[in-house]
C-alpha cells in the first residue's frame, strides 16, 4: 500500500503586511509511523523542545508532576507581577477528556485558575488543593494556568 503524504510549509498572505512569509524558512519534520497520539506529542515536543541538561549536577526532583499522559505541562514559573506565586500552565493533549493529579515539588500554600496574563478568572472555581496536589478534569485541549501561593 502506498501512502502520500503532503504538507503546505508556507502561508504567504499580502495583506495586512505584504512582507509576510518571505525569506529564507528552515523546517524539521519527524515522521512516526503507527504512532498513537501520545506518542505523537512526546516526538514533537523531543524535535522542538529537546531537553537541556547540565553536567556535573545531582538529580533535580520536578516543580511539578501530573500523572496522566494525556496532560502536558508546557511551563513552570514565576509569576509576572514578582510574588513569588508560582505559575503552572498545562493542556489536554489528546482530544479526550482527561482527569489528572497534579503534584507540585513545592509546599503550595494556595491556588487560583488564571487567564493567560496570569489575572485571577471572576466565576471559576478553584481546584481544592490536597496537601501539594490539585485533581483536575480537563475537556479535550483545554489549556489551563494555575497561579500557587507558596506556604
Not at 503524504?5 to 495583506?15: G, H, K, M
Not at 523542545?49 to 496532560?71: F, K, M
Not at 478568572?121 to 488543593?129: C, I, K, N, S, Y
Request: hydrophobic share 40%; net charge negative.
Amino acid at each position: 500500500t502506498t501512502t502520500t503524504v503532503r504538507v503546505s510549509l508556507l502561508r504567504a498572505p499580502r495583506f495586512p503586511d505584504p512582507e509576510t512569509d518571505q525569506g529564507v524558512h528552515r523546517f524539521r519534520h519527524a515522521l512516526v509511523p503507527g504512532a498513537a497520539i501520545g506518542d505523537a506529542v512526546r516526538e514533537g515536543y523531543r524535535v522542538n523542545l529537546p531537553e537541556r541538561t547540565v553536567t556535573g549536577g545531582g538529580e533535580v526532583a520536578p516543580l511539578v508532576t501530573v500523572d496522566d499522559d494525556a496532560v502536558v505541562v508546557t511551563a513552570v514559573k514565576l509569576a509576572d507581577d514578582g510574588s513569588g506565586d508560582v505559575v503552572v500552565r498545562f493542556h489536554e493533549a489528546h482530544g479526550g477528556r482527561a482527569k489528572a493529579t497534579l503534584t507540585t515539588g513545592f509546599t503550595a500554600g494556595s491556588v487560583a485558575v488564571t487567564d493567560l496574563l496570569e489575572r485571577p478568572l471572576d466565576g471559576v472555581r478553584a481546584p481544592e488543593l490536597a496537601g501539594d496536589a490539585v485533581s483536575l478534569t480537563l475537556r479535550p485541549f483545554e489549556l489551563v494556568t494555575l497561579r500557587f501561593t507558596r506556604r
